[in-house]
């Protein structure tokens, strides 16, 4: 089979049948380090709403929610801010549904992008197109994934070339709701901001790395997200982009250096963990340059916050 089906096939056994995040899962994503994250999500959100004169059809969607914290930290925000539009969330797997329903009970599921409403959206996805799966050429030819010896092994080595039409596919859909309805998307993970050759296919087991064809639908396969075919995607689909920033500037912009100190007034003995988790979310060594953020937008709706 290609690499893209391997991938697909593979998460798609993996999400289904887990929770994968946290420290006893596979891995911890940046919600799960601290509320401050989905609060500036949800905040980031709820001011481009605002500045497009709060229309009341908009609806909140966020693709592949995980645990729902994001969403939960976003919408607490966006409530506040006098948000009271539907929460729509696209998620395959049912347990991560089960799990969702416990902090977010008045959403409403699909499985698919394609089965959201025209609206205008005010969406956010984190580590949602890294999961989606990327085909690898090689000389122009589709890399498989081959039985050898009793085990998987790729049938052909050599400068690898990605690409993602699944990924492209998706981003389309969105920027074009965005582009017809009106809306902001804030689309987070890690990846480059060029498109440029090599092979960026991960497996994650219990926080570290592992080799990707040894247990297929037993850990996280990701591969780095191409923000320069993002960025085509988007602009094909008639919606516009804000500049590609990492996750580091984007969060310091929007003033978590400033949420966290009040954090930190108001629990002074947690005060250690906030900071710890600052760290973590934005510095150079850590998650901060690694992730990076771009903003979608309709002609008609202002650019999201942070990205200028
Ligand atoms: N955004 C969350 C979880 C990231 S893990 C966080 O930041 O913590 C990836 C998420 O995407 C999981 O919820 C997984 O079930 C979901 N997912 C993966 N592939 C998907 C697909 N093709 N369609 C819908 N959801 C998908």
Redesign the pocket.
């Known amino acids: 089979m290609t690499v893209e089906a391997f991938m697909e096939a593979s998460?798609a056994y993996y999400?289904a049948t887990r929770d994968p995040?946290g420290i006893e899962g596979d891995f911890t994503?940046?919600?799960?380090i601290s509320q401050m994250f989905g609060e500036l999500v949800g905040a980031a959100l709820a001011d481009c709403w605002r500045r497009a004169g709060s229309p009341n059809d908009a609806i909140f969607v966020e693709?592949?929610?995980?645990?729902g914290?994001?969403a939960a930290d976003a919408l607490r925000m966006m409530r506040s801010a006098g948000f009271r539009g539907e929460i729509h969330l696209?998620?395959?797997?049912p347990v991560?549904r089960d799990r969702q329903r416990t902090v977010v009970p008045d959403a409403l599921w699909h499985e698919s992008i394609d089965d959201l409403p025209a609206r205008p959206l005010l969406l956010v996805a984190?580590?949602?197109l890294d999961?989606?799966p990327v085909r690898q050429h090689v000389g122009g030819i589709d890399r498989r994934v081959v039985i050898a010896g009793g085990g998987l092994a790729f049938d052909r080595d050599g400068e690898i070339v990605e690409t993602s039409p699944l990924r492209d596919e998706a981003v389309g859909s969105i920027a074009t709701c965005v582009a017809l309805k009106g809306g902001a998307a804030l689309l987070i993970d890690y990846g480059h901001e060029r498109s440029a050759p090599g092979d960026t296919l991960q497996a994650v087991k219990r926080h570290g790395f592992a080799s990707i064809l040894s247990a297929p639908g037993e850990q996280d396969i990701t591969a780095h997200v191409d923000f320069e075919a993002v960025s085509v995607a988007v602009r094909n689909a008639g919606a516009e982009t804000t500049p590609l920033v990492t996750q580091g500037e984007w969060l310091i912009r929007l003033g978590i250096e400033a949420r966290a100190q009040s954090l930190s007034r108001a629990n002074p003995d947690r005060s250690e963990d906030i900071q710890a988790s600052l760290d973590r979310l934005t510095s150079r060594d850590q998650m901060g340059t690694l992730f990076k953020v771009i903003g979608v937008h309709s002609r008609d709706w202002p650019a999201p916050a942070g990205f200028q």
């Open positions: 998460n999400y995040l994503t940046a919600p799960e693709l592949g929610p995980g645990r914290t994001l696209v998620e395959t797997s991560l984190n580590e949602f999961a989606l």
